[in-house]
Structure formats: structure tokens, C-alpha cells
């Protein structure tokens, strides 16, 4: 599997707090069947700059630090660099001055909003990226209270191109038939990930549980695309290989 959202860098922003914790984090991820995570720690901004370190070189200076300690210890998993990128204006200029760094060396980006953003508001910052030439990942839609009100907001963004990234832990802990469980079998998401962050927050990788209920929703095929087969396209720059959205004809929040 790939998990492509999980704060494994150490010393960085709200995720792993040390080293220690980074190599725990990627021998849960191993166990659980992950051999590629997305290194993708916070990026600046007005909403975190109490808790995130961010920078580029830090990123990369982590990045390295990581990848030899994993080599030293002989944990299998393969690390590729991104960013968790706060959706507000300037995002974009940013990102062209190279303060933010995208997914490895693809021009996608793995976005997360306000919780209290509007749909307005959001389908802006998309539709702005993608104008700029980004491919658009939508971390945890399931989290954002235009979601939660109405599903079907997510087709508009993935008419476009947009991509939606359902957290494992709301697949696997959400109630039966609830919004994630609901997202999911409208395909209004198209990944999942474990958005982990490391022991002291009690989230550790957990990418395996997610698959497992997505293949008894939905069955082996798309529970491979939602954790390998998407992901891997993201990475490459290919088409995502998931049916299209089918609307969500009754929903109660």
C-alpha cells in the first residue's frame, strides 16, 4: 500500500516528536502492509505557526535523517517528500517560490482547509491551483463542515480533477452507513490514507484496518485502488484509475 499523509518527520510540526517516534511510526506502517509513505508535515501558515518548523531545507534536512535511520535499522519503507499545504490566498505564489513543496518532484498537492471553510471558499483555492497547473489532493474532506452538510459538494471538485483523501481512522471508527462509509461507496473520495502522526497523539499508521473495510464495502479491486492504485497515479502523474462520483440521493447530517 501507499499512504500518502502522515507527519513521520520528527521534530518538525505537530507529528513525530523524535527520531525514536519516526522509526516506530515506520515499522507500524511495514507491519500494516505500507512500503511508500508521503513524508507530509504542515506548511507555514497563519493557522499553525504556534506548532509547524516548516521549511523546505528543514523538510529535506528531516527527509535525509530519516531515510538513513530507516536504512540503519532495516525498515523496509520508502519515503518520498510532500507537503500538508494550508488552502488560503497567496498559496499559490507560494508554491512558485518554492516555500512549499509539492508531492516528490509531481506537481500535485495535498491540501487541507479550515474546518468551518466554505464550499465557495474551498472550490476557489482548488480551482486557483489548478489554473496554476497543480493536481489537487483534498486531505480528510470528510473532516469540513460543507462536506458534512452535504456530500455531494465533493462532485464539483472531482468533476474538475480534484482528488478527495478519506482519513483511515474515520473509515474504521465512523458508525455504520455514516459520512465516511458514505463518501466512500459514492466514491466521492478516491484515497485513503492514515494521516499519522505518531504515538503521543495515539495515531499511528493504520492504512491496513482502512483497506480491510473498504474491501468488505466495496470489494478487493477498489480497496486496492483506494490505497495503492490512486496513490501510485498521483506519484506518476497518470489518470486515476477510480469509477466517477454517483451522487448521494439521501443524506441526514
Same mark, same amino acid.
Given at each position: ?25 515506520? /515499522?507500524?506502517?511495514?507491519? #500494516? ?10 506548511? @507555514? ?59 516528490? #518532484? ?36 470528510? /473532516? ?5 452538510? #452535504? ?35 459514492? @466514491? ?61 440521493? @439521501?443524506?441526514?447530517?
Amino acid at each position: 500500500m501507499i499512504d500518502l499523509h502522515a507527519h513521520i518527520l520528527h521534530d518538525l510540526d505537530d507529528g513525530a516528536r523524535s527520531l525514536k517516534d519516526a522509526l516506530a511510526m515506520a /515499522r507500524a506502517a511495514v507491519a #500494516d502492509g505500507v512500503t511508500l509513505m508521503a513524508a507530509t508535515p504542515h506548511g @507555514r501558515s497563519v493557522a499553525n505557526a504556534g506548532f509547524s518548523r516548516y521549511s523546505v531545507a528543514l523538510l529535506r534536512e528531516r527527509l535525509a535523517e530519516l531515510r538513513a535511520a530507516l536504512v540503519e535499522a532495516a525498515i523496509p519503507l520508502e519515503l518520498v517528500p510532500g507537503t500538508e499545504i494550508y488552502g488560503e490566498p497567496g498559496v499559490v505564489e507560494r508554491l512558485r517560490a518554492g516555500d512549499l513543496l509539492p508531492y516528490a #518532484d509531481t506537481r500535485a498537492v495535498l491540501v487541507e482547509f479550515p474546518l468551518a471553510v466554505t464550499r465557495a471558499a474551498a472550490e476557489q483555492i482548488v480551482f486557483a491551483l489548478q489554473l496554476a497547473g497543480y493536481r489537487v489532493v483534498v486531505a480528510h474532506p470528510e /473532516r469540513y463542515a460543507f462536506v458534512q452538510d #452535504d456530500p455531494n459538494a465533493l462532485i464539483a471538485l472531482a468533476e474538475r480533477g480534484a482528488l478527495a483523501q478519506l482519513t483511515a481512522s474515520a473509515l474504521i471508527k465512523g458508525r455504520p452507513n455514516g459520512l465516511a462509509e458514505t463518501l466512500l461507496c459514492h @466514491r466521492l473520495v478516491q484515497l485513503i490514507a492514515s494521516d499519522a502522526h505518531g504515538p503521543h497523539f495515539g495515531r499511528l499508521p493504520n492504512l491496513g484496518a482502512a483497506r480491510a473495510r473498504a474491501a468488505e464495502l466495496l470489494g478487493p479491486a477498489l480497496a486496492d485502488a483506494f490505497t495503492r492504485d490512486v496513490p501510485a497515479a498521483i506519484l506518476s502523474g497518470a489518470p486515476a484509475p477510480i469509477p466517477p462520483p454517483e451522487p448521494v440521493r @439521501r443524506w441526514r447530517p
